[in-house]
């Protein structure tokens, strides 16, 4: 006999032939889909974002002062750098979460998000913060500006896509178990 514990622990019989109705099948496909896609997104956006964090920071290490628009763009590139950093390895953890798309990978996969989350919120803050003071900024640091900004609705959507998964029932609750493993786990062999 083969027995499923579900996440609530109560003890189903699994049919091997059970298949998925449709609408089950088309909605893990659509959430799983748009996951992904944004996951995509996200990490060549963080990748873009770390890019040209990291060349405003080298040439403002290297004492290019024109760069520097106003007295936010310190704070803001720092944060953007950082912002990331952590939002590239999130996306790392977000692939694989996607490629076991079970519940367990979904707490770690979604800690990090959270953090990549709101340290690109931080970093939007400082954006916000440098357009609004104005000044004479580059085209570059106005496109890092403009990344950090999507960065902080998109990796949002991208955490509400992961949680809606686990909402719509489409993990993986389950762990299989046979009586052997049953008999091991309660002192047997």
Not at 42 to 65: E, H, P, Q, R, S
Not at 81 to 108: P, Y
Request: proline share 2%; glycine share 10%; net charge negative.
């Amino acid at each position: 006999d083969h027995w499923l514990v579900d996440s609530s622990c109560l003890l189903h019989l699994d049919y091997p032939n059970l298949k998925l109705p449709f609408t089950m099948r088309m909605a893990y496909s659509v959430t799983y889909s748009f996951a992904s896609l944004l996951l995509i997104l996200n990490f060549c956006m963080y990748v873009i974002v770390l890019g040209l964090a990291a060349w405003t920071m080298n040439k403002t290490l290297d004492g290019d002062t024109h760069i520097i628009g106003n007295a936010a763009t310190p704070n803001f590139v720092l944060l953007a750098l950082i912002a990331g950093v952590v939002g590239a390895i999130s996306s790392l953890s977000g692939i694989h979460h996607l490629s076991e798309w079970k519940t367990n990978t979904l707490g770690g996969s979604s800690a990090v998000a959270f953090v990549a989350w709101a340290l690109t919120l931080l970093a939007m803050g400082f954006a916000c913060k440098e357009i609004h003071i104005g000044g004479n900024r580059m085209d570059k640091l106005k496109t890092l500006e403009s990344f950090v900004i999507i960065l902080g609705g998109t990796e949002l959507v991208y955490l509400l896509s992961i949680h809606g998964g686990f909402v719509t029932g489409e993990y993986s609750t389950t762990q299989s178990y046979t009586k052997a493993s049953e008999a091991k786990g309660a002192g047997g062999a």
